[in-house]
């Protein structure tokens, strides 16, 4: 957590938002509009729980509504509150504007500790948060579009757009309700792994630049390179399992909430996942050394460092012992605005969380379409795709045999040629392009303008003008 006297989240937020607006040519009053958050509702609901009645405070905050639904998960945590949920609307908006979603930005939160409740319970206390939150149109298609963050996910989704249908029977966009969903249940295939996916797809456009690989004094590309992932919930897990996997990338350290483990030969992901969901703990993985205190790993020495659980883990106590020339920010907040000063100072270039985690929302945008347009992608064109595949690779083999020569395609080439895109291989794709465009365009001022020393302030700086834009559209 940030030391004593830091900012809090919401507020280093305004401040790097003002670091940014202080570049720009906006008016005063157009400024302070974006900068303010539109709306928050609380409500505290009862449940009859385990014989008594229970009280739980939630919150669904609208930071601005220059484009609807406005967009963005709803949280499950004790530490939940009304600065929290602010600060994440605010980045909502940055981040659907940094890759072109057509959404504003919002986000809720429940103070709940959900381990605490049997699944039944669970879905008693969701349904009613959501009807509170339906009966406002603080869910709804067309205004506001809620999705998982930490501790929520599919199983919590489907209850609320189960809730959001039961009350609008004659909806027949209800299942755009929210997104998020489990695919048997209007949900879009590789929408879970879509934030690490991300993750995974923000590094690799990040190393084919080597002008900005030399920025933070490294070379080459993720092969190789020595990672520390803090948290490995649904997005630290399939952010260090892609990158390890398929990229060559070495999680040389795994920070849990009880402890870290580290082993400089490299951690399997997936054994330390499976370690975890087996005995609750990461505590006694044979294949590494044990650290109790694991946010001192954060100040390892290594290649990137992946926070992946909440905000406020790099604070102005621990930001000048960092030493990862590299840090994507995989969850949001993770750097306080004073540790971010310190960083830069330092020289280390910081991916931004409006740009690194963008994924998740970026397939919820996709899940969103699917629901409104009520066809899955891709069931229309793959097997004419498929089909035309086949006439070309036919017509090769005709004229090689004609020919008389003595030609043929490499193994493999023609399954894989041939196979028409399915759900999960366009969501890649449109993710895929999505953060390459979202880069390019931070990267664009980064290296275009001479005010602009950082991914983050380039990141405001294109976010912020296209929020402007709209706004000036509207006649504001
Ligand atoms: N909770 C995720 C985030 O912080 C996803 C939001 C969404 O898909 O709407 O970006």
């Given at each position: 957590?940030?030391?004593?006297?830091?900012?809090?989240?919401?507020?280093?937020?305004?401040?790097?938002?003002?670091?940014?607006?202080?570049?720009?040519?906006?008016?005063?009053?157009?400024?302070?509009?974006?900068?303010?958050?539109?709306?928050?509702?609380?409500?505290?609901?009862?449940?009859?729980?385990?014989?008594?009645?229970?009280?739980?405070?939630?919150?669904?905050?609208?930071?601005?509504?220059?484009?609807?639904?406005?967009?963005?998960g709803i949280r499950y945590a004790m530490s939940v509150?009304?600065?929290e949920v602010?600060?994440l609307?605010?980045?909502?908006?940055?981040?659907?504007?940094?890759?072109?979603?057509?959404?504003?930005?919002?986000k809720g939160g429940l103070?709940i500790d959900p381990?605490?409740?049997?699944?039944?319970?669970?879905?008693?206390?969701?349904?009613?948060?959501?009807?509170?939150?339906?009966?406002?149109?603080?869910?709804?298609?067309?205004?506001?579009?809620?999705a998982p963050d930490m501790g929520t996910g599919?199983?919590e989704?489907?209850?609320?757009?189960?809730?959001?249908?039961?009350?609008?029977?004659?909806?027949?966009?209800?299942?755009?309700?929210?997104?998020?969903?489990?695919?048997?249940?209007?949900?879009?295939?590789?929408?879970?792994?879509?934030t690490?996916?991300?993750?995974?797809?923000?590094?690799?456009?990040?190393?084919?630049?080597?002008?900005?690989?030399?920025?933070?004094?490294?070379?080459?590309?993720?092969?190789?390179?020595?990672?520390?992932?803090?948290g490995?919930g649904n997005v630290g897990?399939?952010?260090?399992?892609?990158?390890?996997?398929?990229?060559?990338?070495?999680?040389?350290?795994?920070?849990?909430?009880?402890?870290?483990?580290?082993?400089?030969?490299?951690?399997?992901?997936?054994?330390?996942?499976?370690?975890?969901?087996?005995?609750?703990?990461?505590?006694?993985?044979?294949?590494?050394?044990?650290?109790?205190?694991?946010?001192?790993?954060?100040?390892?020495?290594?290649?990137?460092?992946?926070?992946a659980a909440m905000e406020?883990?790099?604070?102005?106590?621990?930001?000048?012992?960092?030493?990862?020339?590299?840090?994507?920010?995989?969850a949001n907040g993770?750097?306080?605005?004073?540790?971010?000063?310190?960083?830069?100072?330092?020289?280390?270039?910081?991916?931004?969380?409006?740009?690194?985690n963008?994924?998740g929302?970026?397939?919820?945008?996709?899940?969103?379409?699917?629901?409104?347009?009520?066809?899955?992608?891709?069931?229309?064109?793959?097997?004419?795709?498929?089909?035309?595949?086949?006439?070309?690779?036919?017509?090769?083999?005709?004229?090689?045999?004609?020919?008389?020569?003595?030609?043929?395609?490499?193994?493999?080439?023609?399954?894989?040629?041939?196979?028409?895109?399915?759900?999960?291989?366009?969501?890649?794709?449109?993710?895929?392009?999505?953060?390459?465009?979202?880069?390019?365009?931070?990267?664009?001022?980064?290296?275009?303008?001479?005010?602009?020393?950082?991914?983050?302030?380039?990141?405001?700086?294109?976010?912020?003008?296209?929020?402007?834009?709209?706004?000036?559209?509207?006649?504001?």
């Open positions: 957590m940030a030391v004593a006297g830091e900012p809090s989240f919401r507020e280093s937020v305004d401040l790097m938002f003002n670091r940014a607006v202080a570049l720009m040519d906006l008016s005063p009053g157009l400024e302070q509009k974006i900068r303010v958050c539109n709306s928050t509702y609380t409500v505290r609901f009862g449940v009859r729980l385990r014989g008594k009645i229970e009280t739980f405070v939630g919150y669904r905050s609208v930071h601005s509504e220059h484009m609807e639904p406005v967009k963005g509150n009304q600065d602010e600060a609307a605010a980045l909502m908006t940055y981040k659907c504007a940094l890759v072109e979603t057509p959404f504003g930005g919002s103070c381990r605490a409740w049997e699944p039944h319970e669970l879905e008693q206390i969701t349904r009613r948060f959501a009807y509170e939150l339906i009966k406002r149109d603080l869910i709804n298609p067309a205004q506001n579009v809620p599919e199983r989704m489907a209850w609320i757009a189960d809730q959001y249908a039961r009350m609008n029977t004659t909806d027949i966009n209800a299942k755009a309700c929210v997104t998020g969903k489990p695919p048997h249940a209007g949900g879009i295939q590789g929408r879970v792994e879509a690490g996916r991300g993750v995974q797809y923000a590094l690799r456009e990040f190393f084919r630049y080597p002008e900005d690989v030399a920025k933070a004094h490294l070379t080459g590309d993720l092969d190789g390179k020595r990672v520390v992932v803090q490995l897990y399939h952010a260090a399992k892609f990158i390890s996997e398929e990229d060559g990338a070495k999680i040389i350290a795994i920070i849990e909430r009880d402890g870290a483990l580290h082993n400089e030969d490299g951690l399997h992901v997936e054994t330390v996942k499976q370690w975890i969901a087996k005995h609750g703990t990461i505590k006694g993985y044979p294949d590494a050394n044990f650290v109790d205190d694991g946010a001192k790993l954060l100040e390892l020495d290594c290649d990137i460092l992946i926070p406020g883990v790099i604070h102005m106590g621990n930001a000048a012992q960092i030493k990862a020339p590299l840090i994507i920010e995989a993770p750097i306080t605005f004073g540790a971010d000063e310190i960083l830069r100072q330092k020289g280390t270039v910081i991916i931004p969380d409006m740009y690194a963008a994924g929302v970026t397939v919820s945008y996709f899940e969103w379409v699917k629901n409104l347009s009520h066809i899955r992608f891709g069931r229309m064109q793959r097997r004419a795709e498929e089909a035309r595949h086949i006439l070309l690779v036919d017509e090769l083999e005709r004229l090689a045999a004609d020919k008389g020569l003595d030609w043929t395609l490499s193994p493999g080439f023609k399954e894989q040629y041939l196979k028409g895109a399915g759900e999960l291989e366009l969501v890649r794709s449109g993710l895929d392009d999505t953060m390459r465009g979202a880069y390019q365009a931070m990267r664009a001022i980064w290296h275009g303008r001479d005010d602009v020393e950082d991914l983050r302030v380039a990141a405001y700086i294109v976010s912020i003008s296209r929020v402007a834009a709209t706004y000036v559209s509207k006649g504001l």
